[in-house]
């Protein structure tokens, strides 16, 4: 199989813009650029890895958000990095002639190929609430996660169950690990997640050959090691205690703070404010609206989006900007008058000793 050196060379592809694509891959990833010289290696010499990507119980929502990828480019992942053999959502195949593809892959990669999969499998009445190529998708799912080096699981939905899942869960919607026990599983949350958030997760994986750095919950570090609150743009205001009280009210309009509308930003592990939508242009928080907590387990199930948090000791949560100035001007006032009182006392006790050595 051809490197993704070869297929961009052929492609037409100059060497200094493969450099050139290296190295943003390298800053896309939070890389140093001592690593640089490492994804060249990489890419020049290791051929491209077997995809298959499978299809559950979904909204082929992290589809679309994977295709809107900016850097690197979905096509250049798809053509290039990536031997992307089988999705039933972008593959122009279909019925038996994509199932003999799926068997072909399985067969001649054994033990090197990726599994992605999105949405998760319903196990309910034998798995009949999602058929697949005339068989229930857990079978599918079992029989090509048997031979796969590693499982990725797109989205809430195979990573923790997501809206399928939501009480009373009539179908028994159930994540990819829960059925897939024996292969190392990377959690990749989210409704969908972030564009480059899953090409970086693959571009890492075929860089370096070894999963991403995990944090408990099974999720990459690189992107999931720090709150959406963390980062905010809007978290000045939240220290400060300048809230948006309702919709579209004057504090809304000046961009202060969610969190009384209900954001979960102060809860919620993901890079959306800091790599961002749409090219790097927008999240949620910046259209106005709060976050969710879409790549947390269970935020379906968590009562409404819109009632706020009651457990976040930070300072200015339970009061306004107004509290917090006039608290903040009684203090100053108060240091003002001790300070004011204690000078008298200074001047009076010099006034007595100044009138004593006169008299003496």
């Known amino acids: 199989m051809e490197t ?39 890419m020049e010499t290791k051929p491209r890895t077997p995809v298959l990507w499978l299809h559950g119980l979904e909204c082929t929502c992290c589809s679309e958000s994977f295709i809107r990828s900016a850097h690197p480019l979905a096509k250049d992942v798809v053509l290039s990095m990536i031997s992307l053999d089988y999705d039933d959502t972008l593959m122009a195949s279909a019925g038996h002639q994509a ?45 090509v996660a048997a031979d796969a080096k590693a499982v990725i699981s797109w989205g809430s939905c195979a990573s ?6 939501a009480r009373p869960n009539p179908t028994r919607a159930t994540p990819v690990h829960q059925v897939i026990t024996d292969k190392p599983i990377i959690k990749v949350p989210g409704c969908p997640p972030i564009a480059e958030v899953m090409t970086g997760v693959i571009t890492y994986m075929l860089t370096f050959d070894r ?87 269970g935020f379906w199930d968590k009562g409404s989006f819109y009632d706020r948090l009651t457990n976040i000791p930070q300072f200015g949560i339970e009061a306004n900007a107004d509290r917090i100035g006039g608290t903040a001007a009684g203090v100053v006032g108060a240091a003002i008058a001790a300070h004011a009182a204690v000078s008298a006392i200074k001047r009076a006790a010099s006034s007595d000793r100044k009138t004593t050595g006169a008299e003496q």
């Open 4 to 42: 993704f050196y070869e297929v961009m060379r052929r492609q037409g592809i100059s060497r200094r813009s493969f450099l050139k694509y290296c190295s943003l891959t390298a800053t896309s990833l939070g890389l140093a650029p001592a690593f640089v010289p490492r994804i060249v290696h990489a």
């Open 99 to 143: 199932e003999a593809i799926l068997d072909e892959i399985t067969k001649k990669y054994k033990g090197n190929y990726i599994l992605a999969v999105e949405g998760n499998p319903p196990l309910n009445q034998d798995g009949m609430s999602c058929i697949i190529g005339g068989r229930p998708f857990v079978e599918q799912l079992k029989r």
């Open 160 to 165: 923790w169950g997501c809206v399928q899942a």
């Open 211 to 297: 999963i991403p750095e995990l944090d408990r919950q099974g999720r990459p570090k690189m992107f999931y090691s720090q709150r959406i609150h963390d980062k905010c743009y809007r978290r000045p205001n939240f220290d400060a205690g300048q809230f948006v009280e309702h919709w579209d009210d004057e504090s809304a309009r000046r961009g202060y703070c969610l969190y009384k509308m209900g954001c979960k930003g102060p809860t919620t592990y993901n890079a959306c404010s800091t790599v961002m939508w749409n090219g790097g242009t927008s999240f949620p928080i910046k259209a106005g609206h709060g976050c969710i907590g879409c790549s947390e387990e």
